[in-house]
Structures are given as C-alpha cells and as structure tokens.
C-alpha cells in the first residue's frame, strides 16, 4: 500500500503561483509514476501532469497548463511537486496527487491507470 498526503493548497489571485507538494509513503518502491488530476464542482476528474522514472522518464501535461505548470519529484521520489505559474480562475479546482505502480498500460492521462489517490488539496483563483 502507498499513502499519499497533498499540500500547498490556497487561495491566489489570477497570474499568481503556488506549489503543491504530495507526500508518498509506504511501499513507496513500487511506484514508477506519479500524477496531478483535478476536479471542479460540477466537473469530472481531469488529469493535469504527470512524471516517471522507471523503465521510462518523461513528463506530461494537459494542453491546458502546458508552459504554466511544472511537475517535478525529489531524488528519493517520495515527495511530488506540483508549481503553477500563471494562476487563472479556471484552474480553481480540487487538486489530487495519484501514484501508478501497476504499470496497467492504460495510459498516464486516465485516472483508471493509477492505484492509489490522496485526499485532494484546494486550489482557488480569484479573478
């Protein structure tokens, strides 16, 4: 089992910044990736980022936070980032951390490929 704790959530202005952080702890090793979804009221979940480090390395991004977001992992790959530059009022969601160590083939932008999820951390932006 792996446990995964966000943070970093809050409340910004439009073209402001965060980071958001996702601790992993557990069977940690048995993690190759690691992702950032969303959700919206109203909205289904929507994948944001997502990073490896296994038997492939790479990064990947929706369309819509491509150039304004980065994620990123500490060497140990424990601990996920997530920094949004560039804050619009669209991004405002529930942001959730989610880790992939099944490996189903699916593909990193569904979230039926990952095995575990945090609680989620909020993210408001005000126009």
């Known amino acids: 089992q792996v446990q995964l704790v966000e943070s970093g959530g809050g409340l910004v202005q439009a073209g402001g910044s965060l980071r958001l952080s996702c601790v992993a702890s557990g069977r940690t090793r048995s993690m190759y990736a690691m992702a950032w979804f969303r959700q919206a009221p109203g909205k289904e979940r929507e994948f944001v980022a997502a990073i490896t480090w296994s038997w492939q390395t790479g990064t990947h991004y929706a369309d819509s936070v491509k150039g304004r977001f980065t994620i990123s992992r500490s060497g140990n790959k424990n601990t996920g980032y997530l920094q949004m530059n560039s804050l619009k009022p669209e991004d405002t969601a529930v942001y959730y951390c989610?880790?992939?160590?099944?490996?189903?083939?699916?593909?990193?932008?569904?979230?039926?490929?990952?095995?575990?999820w945090g609680q989620g951390t909020q993210v408001t932006v005000s126009s």
């Open positions: 989610a880790a992939d160590s099944s490996m189903r083939g699916i593909g990193l932008k569904r979230r039926e490929e990952y095995d575990y």
